[in-house]
């Protein structure tokens, strides 16, 4: 990690959030692997820190470096724009990673931009390509029509006809909040769900196909082998090389494990790939 002290000190690393999430874990985990690698770092909270004389503190603590900050939207909800993080930042008194402008690729509705088909203007024919290849079909819940399957649908009369192949997303939640997996709910609930989506942003996405694979589990002390659903996500660098990998099993098709439906495990290579 380069310098970003101007001294050739090494920087101090804050790992902020909220004092109540339950990847608390997970923080102090990192906090323990830049220690070990020789940088000063803490665990702390948002409202633990103070930006004056030019720098962000956290006491007497001047901060460098800002790791696996809390999400952008709850800070700006909870304690405004002018708060001494944001101050900080756009100042560029601390280095935050994953900055504020990375915010549009965490809301869904940016897979809803690159598969709409007003939109393939913007894309040249190798990037639709790829679009198509690898983003399901995608729409922001609205009263219009748009293409699917190469035809022409109305589309809040086709989402309420069709739930059994879609899920309704919001556009800027995680964890699995508020997501509706049309083929696991009722029509009342789903139509109740396209309704509500015409108030807060939300975006409609096709069912795509989930692997499903026999695992060994411990419950009650004993063996239990059952079928999860399985979802492998690649570290890919620059789409030329992979650094492991991010796997999560699940008794339910919403794989996520904040919302308490999945749990992540290690991934092992048995059989190396042979080139």
Known sequence: MPSLCGK????????????????????HISKEVFERAGYTAIV???????????????????????????????????????????????????????????????KKASLAMLSDEHNAHLF?????????????????????????????????SWVSANRDKLVIKPNDEYGGSGVIIGWETDQERWDSAIAHSMTTPHVVQERVQTIQRDFPMMIDGRLDISKRYVDADPYVYYGERVEGCLTRLSGSALLNVTAGTGSVVPMFVIDPIES
């Open 124 to 156: 040249t024919a190798d990037e639709l390509d790829a679009i198509h290849a690898h983003i399901p079909w995608t729409r922001r819940v609205s009263d219009r029509k748009t293409e699917y399957g190469g035809e022409q649908i109305d589309l809040l």
């Open 44 to 106: 702390t909270e948002p409202e633990a820190m103070a930006y004056r004389d030019g720098g962000l503190y956290v006491e007497d603590l001047k901060i460098d470096i800002i790791y696996k900050r809390v999400l952008c939207t709850e800070l700006i909800h909870k304690l405004g724009m002018e708060t001494d993080i944001v101050r900080a930042v756009r100042d560029r008194a601390v280095f935050m990673t994953n900055s504020f402008s990375a915010k549009p690729l965490a």
């Open 8 to 27: 050739g000190e090494k920087p101090v690393i804050a790992v902020v959030d909220w004092a109540t999430v339950a990847t608390k874990n997970e923080h």
